[in-house]
């Protein structure tokens, strides 16, 4: 493994199901983060996590949960999937710190989903 | 409310000419700024950065200038590559923090 891996690359759900997307990053990245992509409105912070055991709330955190129960692993999970979680979903990860450079994210290849 | 937008939804440009993608931000409380590159099917790669505390950050073909009494980032490509044609984003952090607020994102195409 090499940086930041996402599974799966994509799914067809059908609406009202469970859906976990997972992340593991291989850097010993404090801080992860999971972001959603949709056309013209860029990346929205979902879910983020500082540091294993904590996790807090980004722009768009409704219909989502996040655990962070070790450094590597930020799995995202959909409780019961609707229409408009249909996105590419990014998993990402810094370093973190207050100081400058420390925030350079890194991204994993993304997830489709698709939300039926 | 956007507090980083991106106007330009698309931009082509010939190769060997200068590329200019611009940003505008509401925050005065942003302190760090990045831009992101992005092909199809593949997730954002970090280009380059800028501290607010300086007004221009060069590597390579890539020039990032930052005008704070504007509130306005540009990033310059010169010369411009076919390979530059991407999704381009720029993003802002809240002094201090880690999480990053992104622009809607411009397409850029470079003709050969």
């Known amino acids: 493994i090499a940086g930041i891996t996402q599974a799966p690359t994509s799914q067809i759900l059908a609406a009202g199901r469970r859906m976990t997307l997972r992340c593991t990053q291989d850097m010993r990245h404090n801080a992860m983060y999971w972001y959603r992509q949709d056309l013209g409105l860029g990346l929205r912070l979902i879910h983020y996590s500082n540091t294993a055991g904590t996790t807090g709330k980004g722009e768009v955190p409704d219909g989502y949960s996040v655990s962070r129960a070790n450094t590597d692993d930020f799995p995202l999970t959909l409780a019961s999937a609707v229409p408009s979680q249909t996105s590419v979903y990014f998993c990402?990860?810094?370093?973190?710190?207050?100081?400058?450079?420390?925030?350079?994210?890194?991204f994993g290849p993304g997830t489709r989903l698709l939300v039926l | 409310d956007q507090q980083v937008k991106q106007n330009s939804p698309s931009l082509s440009v010939q190769e060997g000419r200068i590329s200019i993608l611009n940003c505008d931000y509401t925050n005065s409380m942003f302190d760090y700024f990045l831009w992101y590159k992005k092909y199809p099917a593949e997730g954002p790669t970090f280009l380059i950065s800028i501290s607010s505390i300086k007004d221009k950050n060069e590597d390579g073909r890539f020039t990032v200038f930052l005008n704070k009494s504007a509130k306005h980032l540009s990033l310059h490509i010169v010369p411009s590559q076919p390979g530059d044609s991407a999704v381009y984003f720029c993003a802002a952090r809240v002094r201090s923090g880690n999480k990053l607020v992104f622009g809607a994102g411009t397409i850029l195409r470079v003709k050969s």
């Open positions: 990402a990860s810094s370093e973190h710190g207050t100081t400058a450079g420390t925030e350079t994210q890194y």
